[in-house]
T-cell receptor, first 109, second 114 residues
Protein backbone atom coordinates (compact mmCIF):
# COMPACT_ATOMS: atom_id res chain seq x y z
CA UNK A 1 0.00 0.00 0.00
CA UNK A 2 0.90 3.64 -0.10
CA UNK A 3 2.11 5.29 3.06
CA UNK A 4 3.40 8.68 4.14
CA UNK A 5 4.71 9.18 7.66
CA UNK A 6 5.20 12.44 9.51
CA UNK A 7 5.44 13.20 13.23
CA UNK A 8 2.07 14.10 14.67
CA UNK A 9 3.22 17.14 16.62
CA UNK A 10 6.36 19.18 17.23
CA UNK A 11 7.14 22.11 19.49
CA UNK A 12 9.76 24.78 18.87
CA UNK A 13 10.76 28.19 20.18
CA UNK A 14 10.30 31.51 18.42
CA UNK A 15 13.50 32.46 16.54
CA UNK A 16 14.79 28.88 16.43
CA UNK A 17 15.06 26.34 13.59
CA UNK A 18 12.88 23.25 13.20
CA UNK A 19 13.06 20.31 10.81
CA UNK A 20 9.90 18.36 9.95
CA UNK A 21 10.57 14.93 8.45
CA UNK A 22 8.50 12.95 5.98
CA UNK A 23 9.09 9.39 4.78
CA UNK A 24 7.09 7.81 2.01
CA UNK A 25 6.36 4.53 0.28
CA UNK A 26 4.24 5.05 -2.82
CA UNK A 27 3.48 3.42 -6.13
CA UNK A 28 5.66 5.59 -8.29
CA UNK A 29 7.02 9.05 -7.62
CA UNK A 30 6.43 12.24 -9.56
CA UNK A 31 7.42 14.74 -6.95
CA UNK A 32 6.84 15.74 -3.34
CA UNK A 33 4.92 18.74 -2.07
CA UNK A 34 4.83 20.56 1.25
CA UNK A 35 1.75 22.54 2.22
CA UNK A 36 0.99 24.72 5.23
CA UNK A 37 -2.42 24.64 6.87
CA UNK A 38 -3.45 27.02 9.63
CA UNK A 39 -6.20 25.80 11.93
CA UNK A 40 -9.61 26.10 10.29
CA UNK A 41 -8.15 27.17 6.96
CA UNK A 42 -7.29 25.64 3.61
CA UNK A 43 -3.85 24.20 2.80
CA UNK A 44 -1.51 26.53 0.93
CA UNK A 45 1.46 25.51 -1.21
CA UNK A 46 4.98 25.84 0.20
CA UNK A 47 7.34 23.81 -1.97
CA UNK A 48 7.78 21.13 -4.61
CA UNK A 49 10.76 18.78 -5.03
CA UNK A 50 11.21 16.25 -7.82
CA UNK A 51 15.02 16.00 -7.90
CA UNK A 52 17.33 15.12 -5.01
CA UNK A 53 18.69 18.02 -3.04
CA UNK A 54 17.74 21.16 -1.23
CA UNK A 55 15.34 23.85 -2.46
CA UNK A 56 15.52 27.11 -0.55
CA UNK A 57 12.77 29.70 -0.48
CA UNK A 58 13.26 32.44 2.06
CA UNK A 59 12.99 31.10 5.61
CA UNK A 60 11.73 27.75 4.33
CA UNK A 61 13.80 25.00 2.68
CA UNK A 62 12.79 21.55 1.50
CA UNK A 63 15.07 18.56 0.95
CA UNK A 64 14.47 15.36 -0.98
CA UNK A 65 16.26 12.00 -1.17
CA UNK A 66 14.43 9.72 -3.60
CA UNK A 67 16.63 6.71 -2.87
CA UNK A 68 15.74 6.93 0.83
CA UNK A 69 12.08 7.88 0.33
CA UNK A 70 12.69 10.86 2.58
CA UNK A 71 12.08 14.56 2.68
CA UNK A 72 12.26 17.29 5.25
CA UNK A 73 10.98 20.84 5.59
CA UNK A 74 13.31 23.23 7.38
CA UNK A 75 11.91 26.38 8.92
CA UNK A 76 14.37 29.03 10.11
CA UNK A 77 13.90 32.10 12.30
CA UNK A 78 10.58 30.78 13.53
CA UNK A 79 7.76 33.26 14.01
CA UNK A 80 4.54 32.81 15.94
CA UNK A 81 2.62 32.89 12.65
CA UNK A 82 4.42 29.66 11.64
CA UNK A 83 2.24 27.78 14.12
CA UNK A 84 0.29 25.55 11.76
CA UNK A 85 0.10 22.03 10.41
CA UNK A 86 2.58 21.07 7.70
CA UNK A 87 1.39 18.51 5.18
CA UNK A 88 3.67 16.29 3.09
CA UNK A 89 2.19 14.88 -0.13
CA UNK A 90 3.61 12.66 -2.88
CA UNK A 91 2.47 12.66 -6.50
CA UNK A 92 2.18 8.99 -7.39
CA UNK A 93 2.43 7.15 -10.72
CA UNK A 94 -1.20 8.12 -11.53
CA UNK A 95 -0.42 11.79 -10.84
CA UNK A 96 -2.63 11.73 -7.77
CA UNK A 97 -1.47 13.31 -4.52
CA UNK A 98 -1.10 10.97 -1.56
CA UNK A 99 -1.16 12.98 1.68
CA UNK A 100 0.41 12.47 5.05
CA UNK A 101 -1.69 13.20 8.13
CA UNK A 102 0.30 16.38 8.78
CA UNK A 103 2.59 17.65 11.52
CA UNK A 104 1.16 20.18 13.95
CA UNK A 105 3.88 22.70 14.79
CA UNK A 106 3.51 24.65 18.00
CA UNK A 107 5.70 27.74 18.42
CA UNK A 108 6.38 28.97 21.93
CA UNK A 109 7.63 32.46 22.77
CA UNK B 1 -14.49 35.93 -7.45
CA UNK B 2 -10.79 35.39 -6.85
CA UNK B 3 -9.50 31.82 -6.70
CA UNK B 4 -11.81 29.06 -5.50
CA UNK B 5 -15.06 29.44 -3.62
CA UNK B 6 -17.07 26.77 -1.87
CA UNK B 7 -20.61 26.80 -0.54
CA UNK B 8 -21.97 26.34 1.99
CA UNK B 9 -19.32 27.15 4.61
CA UNK B 10 -20.91 24.69 6.99
CA UNK B 11 -23.99 22.48 7.08
CA UNK B 12 -25.76 20.17 9.48
CA UNK B 13 -27.64 17.47 7.62
CA UNK B 14 -29.99 14.68 8.63
CA UNK B 15 -28.93 11.19 7.62
CA UNK B 16 -30.57 10.06 4.41
CA UNK B 17 -30.84 13.54 2.94
CA UNK B 18 -29.32 14.55 -0.38
CA UNK B 19 -26.74 17.33 -0.38
CA UNK B 20 -24.70 19.12 -3.03
CA UNK B 21 -21.51 20.95 -2.14
CA UNK B 22 -20.65 23.65 -4.61
CA UNK B 23 -17.21 24.60 -5.91
CA UNK B 24 -16.34 27.34 -8.41
CA UNK B 25 -12.95 28.54 -9.63
CA UNK B 26 -12.10 31.53 -11.82
CA UNK B 27 -8.51 30.65 -12.67
CA UNK B 28 -9.40 28.66 -15.81
CA UNK B 29 -7.70 25.62 -14.33
CA UNK B 30 -8.25 22.39 -16.19
CA UNK B 31 -8.05 20.01 -13.23
CA UNK B 32 -10.28 20.00 -10.14
CA UNK B 33 -10.45 17.77 -7.08
CA UNK B 34 -12.59 16.98 -4.07
CA UNK B 35 -10.96 15.91 -0.81
CA UNK B 36 -12.22 15.10 2.64
CA UNK B 37 -10.11 15.81 5.71
CA UNK B 38 -10.69 13.92 8.95
CA UNK B 39 -8.84 14.35 12.22
CA UNK B 40 -5.69 12.23 12.33
CA UNK B 41 -5.90 11.31 8.66
CA UNK B 42 -4.41 12.92 5.60
CA UNK B 43 -6.50 14.53 2.92
CA UNK B 44 -8.23 11.78 0.96
CA UNK B 45 -9.22 12.20 -2.67
CA UNK B 46 -12.89 11.55 -3.38
CA UNK B 47 -13.22 12.40 -7.07
CA UNK B 48 -11.25 14.39 -9.59
CA UNK B 49 -11.63 15.88 -13.05
CA UNK B 50 -8.68 16.37 -15.37
CA UNK B 51 -10.67 18.55 -17.76
CA UNK B 52 -14.24 19.69 -18.38
CA UNK B 53 -16.45 16.77 -19.35
CA UNK B 54 -14.37 14.08 -17.62
CA UNK B 55 -14.33 12.77 -14.07
CA UNK B 56 -12.54 10.01 -12.20
CA UNK B 57 -12.72 8.17 -8.89
CA UNK B 58 -10.23 8.81 -6.14
CA UNK B 59 -9.40 6.85 -3.01
CA UNK B 60 -12.82 7.15 -1.28
CA UNK B 61 -15.55 7.65 -3.93
CA UNK B 62 -18.37 5.54 -2.45
CA UNK B 63 -21.47 7.56 -1.58
CA UNK B 64 -20.35 10.57 -3.63
CA UNK B 65 -20.83 11.70 -7.21
CA UNK B 66 -19.51 14.62 -9.23
CA UNK B 67 -20.06 16.33 -12.55
CA UNK B 68 -17.94 18.72 -14.63
CA UNK B 69 -20.20 20.42 -17.14
CA UNK B 70 -17.84 23.37 -17.61
CA UNK B 71 -14.34 24.51 -16.61
CA UNK B 72 -15.38 26.59 -13.60
CA UNK B 73 -17.76 24.40 -11.60
CA UNK B 74 -17.28 21.05 -9.92
CA UNK B 75 -20.17 20.14 -7.58
CA UNK B 76 -20.00 17.18 -5.21
CA UNK B 77 -23.25 15.35 -4.38
CA UNK B 78 -24.01 13.07 -1.47
CA UNK B 79 -27.03 11.08 -2.66
CA UNK B 80 -28.06 9.82 0.78
CA UNK B 81 -25.88 11.17 3.58
CA UNK B 82 -24.58 8.93 6.35
CA UNK B 83 -22.87 9.92 9.64
CA UNK B 84 -19.49 8.63 8.41
CA UNK B 85 -19.57 11.39 5.83
CA UNK B 86 -19.18 13.97 8.58
CA UNK B 87 -15.97 15.74 7.61
CA UNK B 88 -14.40 18.89 6.22
CA UNK B 89 -14.57 18.91 2.44
CA UNK B 90 -12.03 20.79 0.35
CA UNK B 91 -12.26 21.54 -3.32
CA UNK B 92 -8.99 22.21 -5.15
CA UNK B 93 -7.84 23.03 -8.65
CA UNK B 94 -4.60 22.98 -10.62
CA UNK B 95 -3.62 24.29 -14.04
CA UNK B 96 -3.28 20.75 -15.33
CA UNK B 97 -3.23 17.31 -13.77
CA UNK B 98 0.39 16.61 -14.59
CA UNK B 99 3.66 16.89 -12.84
CA UNK B 100 4.61 19.82 -10.61
CA UNK B 101 1.25 21.53 -10.73
CA UNK B 102 0.45 22.92 -7.32
CA UNK B 103 -3.11 22.62 -6.19
CA UNK B 104 -5.04 25.64 -4.96
CA UNK B 105 -7.64 24.97 -2.30
CA UNK B 106 -11.00 26.48 -1.50
CA UNK B 107 -11.89 27.47 2.08
CA UNK B 108 -13.67 24.21 2.81
CA UNK B 109 -17.16 23.06 3.81
CA UNK B 110 -17.68 21.63 7.28
CA UNK B 111 -20.40 18.99 7.02
CA UNK B 112 -22.06 17.26 9.96
CA UNK B 113 -24.42 14.35 9.29
CA UNK B 114 -26.64 13.38 12.21
Amino acid sequence: GQNIDQPTEMTATEGAIVQINCTYQTSGFNGLFWYQQHAGEAPTFLSYNVLDGLEEKGRFSSFLSRSKGYSYLLLKELQMKDSASYLCAVLDSNYQLIWGAGTKLIIKP
Amino acid sequence: IAGITQAPTSQILAAGRRMTLRCTQDMRHNAMYWYRQDLGLGLRLIHYSNTAGTTGKGEVPDGYSVSRANTDDFPLTLASAVPSQTSVYFCASSRTSGISNEQFFGPGTRLTVL
